[in-house]
C-alpha cells in the first residue's frame, strides 16, 4: 500500500495563479481532510469529506475550494493565490469506523505564494 | 486561549536521558487523545493513544488527567532517533454536525545530542 500520497510536493505561484493539490489513497477510508500547517499555529483544518461526493468546512476555508468525485481522490483548490497561502498542506485519511480517529498523513505540499 | 497548549521547548537532552512532555486541552468534553510525532519537514504520525488507565509501549509512557485537563508522554532512555517535534492532539465534536476532528497542537521539539 502506498498510503496517502500528494502531488506535488513543492510548488512556486505567483500571486493570483490558481492550481489544484491532489491527494489520493488507497486504504478505502472514508473520511479526508486538507490542513495546512504554518509555524507556531499548528495543523488547522481547512476542509474535510466524510465521504464520496461529500465536503465541508474547516476552521479556515476561506480561499480554498474542495472536491471528491471519488472515494480515493481528494482535491484541493486555489483559484487565486495569495502570499498568505504559502503554507505546508498535509492531506490525511481516516477510516469511518467508530472511535477510530487515527488520521494517516501524506507527505505534504510545499506552497509558496510570491 | 488555545484549545491544545504545549510548551514549545526545544528541550535539549543527552542521550540516556528521560524527558517529559506535558499538553493541556481546553474542552472538557474531549473523548480520545494522541500524541504524533513529527520529524523535520515530513509528516505527523501516531505515536500513541493515550487512555485514561495511562499506557505505556517500549519507551514511551502516556497519561492522561481528565480532571485537569492534562496529557503527558515521558520518554526514557531518549535516543539520538527520538529528536522530532511531539504533538499533542485531541479529538473535538463540531456543534453543528457532530463531526469528530482533531485538534493538533502546536508541538513540542526535543533534542537528544550524543
Known amino acids: 500500500n502506498a498510503g496517502v500520497t500528494q502531488t506535488p510536493k513543492f510548488r512556486v505561484l505567483k500571486t493570483g495563479q490558481s492550481m489544484t493539490l491532489l491527494c489520493a489513497q488507497d486504504?478505502?477510508?472514508?473520511?479526508m481532510y486538507w490542513y495546512r500547517q504554518d509555524p507556531g499555529m499548528g495543523l488547522r483544518l481547512i476542509h474535510y469529506?466524510?465521504?464520496?461526493?461529500?465536503?465541508a468546512k474547516g476552521e479556515v476555508p476561506d480561499g480554498y475550494n474542495v472536491s471528491r468525485l471519488k472515494k480515493q481522490n481528494f482535491l484541493l483548490g486555489l483559484e487565486s493565490a495569495a502570499p498568505s497561502q504559502t503554507s505546508v498542506y498535509f492531506c490525511?485519511?481516516?477510516?469511518?469506523?467508530?472511535?477510530?480517529?487515527?488520521?494517516?498523513f501524506g507527505p505534504g505540499t510545499r506552497l509558496t505564494v510570491t | 486561549r488555545k484549545e491544545v497548549e504545549q510548551d514549545p521547548g526545544p528541550f535539549n537532552v543527552p542521550e540516556g536521558a528521560t524527558v517529559a512532555f506535558n499538553c493541556t486541552y481546553s474542552?472538557?468534553?474531549?473523548?480520545?487523545f494522541f500524541w504524533y510525532r513529527q520529524d523535520c519537514r515530513k509528516e505527523p504520525k501516531l505515536l500513541m493513544s493515550?487512555?485514561?488507565s495511562g499506557n505505556e509501549d517500549g519507551r514511551f509512557t502516556a497519561q492522561l488527567n481528565r480532571a485537569s485537563q492534562y496529557i503527558s508522554l515521558l520518554i526514557r532512555d531518549s535516543k539520538l532517533s527520538d529528536s522530532a517535534t511531539y504533538l499533542c492532539?485531541?479529538?473535538?465534536?463540531?456543534?453543528?454536525?457532530?463531526?469528530?476532528?482533531?485538534?493538533f497542537g502546536t508541538g513540542t521539539r526535543l533534542l537528544v545530542s550524543p
Open positions: 490525511a485519511s481516516r477510516s469511518g469506523r467508530n472511535f477510530t480517529y487515527e488520521q494517516y
Open positions: 486504504m478505502n477510508h472514508e473520511y
Open positions: 469529506s466524510v465521504g464520496e461526493g461529500t465536503t
Open positions: 474542552n472538557s468534553a474531549s473523548q480520545s
Open positions: 493515550v487512555y485514561s
Open positions: 492532539v485531541v479529538n473535538k465534536r463540531t456543534s453543528n454536525t457532530g463531526f469528530q476532528k482533531l485538534v
